[in-house]
């Protein structure tokens, strides 16, 4: 992993850094309607109320390199789930992004979790291929899962106590 990455808590004047790499880094991914379901996946609230399991990466000139985004769940506190994460495409395969996975894994843990779970789209493979790798059991595509048309694949792993 890159060793002149800071990792830090967002505040909430990083929702707009965020909001503005999810069109370059995401490449285009499902055209114009797919950039506005993503902006609107990444409200302010999280980094209002869900900062402390929440994580940033920055290179030492400020500019972002990686975000990801999570929470505990209120209803079922054995479980956390992974809202929202990235990786800026040009710091691909240097372990950014487990490396955040695996400090949320740790974060969380230490609350009592002992699940965690994501979703994502069918359409990103590269996501459904990288959550298998980091050991998350892959679901088959979940038609409607957020409404009509707006089908998903959901991630589960256990985390150790």
């Given at each position: 992993?890159?060793?002149?990455?800071?990792?830090?808590?967002?505040h909430?004047?990083?929702?707009a850094?965020?909001?503005?790499?999810?069109?370059?880094w995401?490449?285009?991914?499902?055209g114009?309607a797919?950039?506005?379901?993503?902006?609107?996946?990444?409200?302010?609230?999280?980094?209002?109320?869900?900062?402390?399991?929440?994580?940033l990466?920055?290179?030492?000139?400020?500019?972002?390199?990686?975000?990801?985004?999570?929470?505990?769940?209120?209803?079922?506190?054995?479980?956390?789930?992974?809202?929202?994460?990235?990786?800026?495409?040009?710091?691909?395969?240097?372990?950014?992004?487990?490396?955040?996975?695996e400090?949320?894994?740790?974060?969380?843990r230490?609350s009592?979790?002992?699940?965690?779970?994501?979703?994502?789209?069918?359409?990103?493979?590269?996501?459904?291929?990288?959550?298998?790798?980091?050991?998350?059991?892959v679901?088959?595509?979940?038609?409607?899962?957020?409404?009509?048309?707006?089908?998903?694949?959901a991630?589960?792993?256990?985390?150790?106590?």
């Open positions: 992993m890159s060793a002149d990455l800071t990792f830090r808590q967002p909430e004047n990083d929702h850094r965020v909001l503005a790499a999810l069109g370059p995401w490449g285009g991914l499902k114009e797919g950039a506005k379901e993503r902006a609107l996946l990444v409200p302010r609230l999280y980094f209002q109320h869900f900062t402390t399991t929440s994580r990466a920055e290179r030492p000139d400020g500019t972002l390199a990686a975000f990801l985004i999570g929470f505990v769940s209120q209803t079922d506190p054995d479980t956390a789930y992974i809202h929202f994460v990235g990786v800026d495409p040009e710091l691909h395969g240097q372990g950014i992004g487990r490396s955040l996975y400090w949320f894994f740790g974060q969380v230490g009592g979790v002992r699940r965690v779970k994501c979703i994502t789209s069918p359409q990103n493979t590269a996501s459904r291929a990288y959550h298998a790798r980091l050991g998350f059991e679901s088959d595509v979940l038609p409607d899962y957020d409404g009509p048309g707006l089908d998903r694949v991630f589960s792993r256990g985390i150790a106590a």
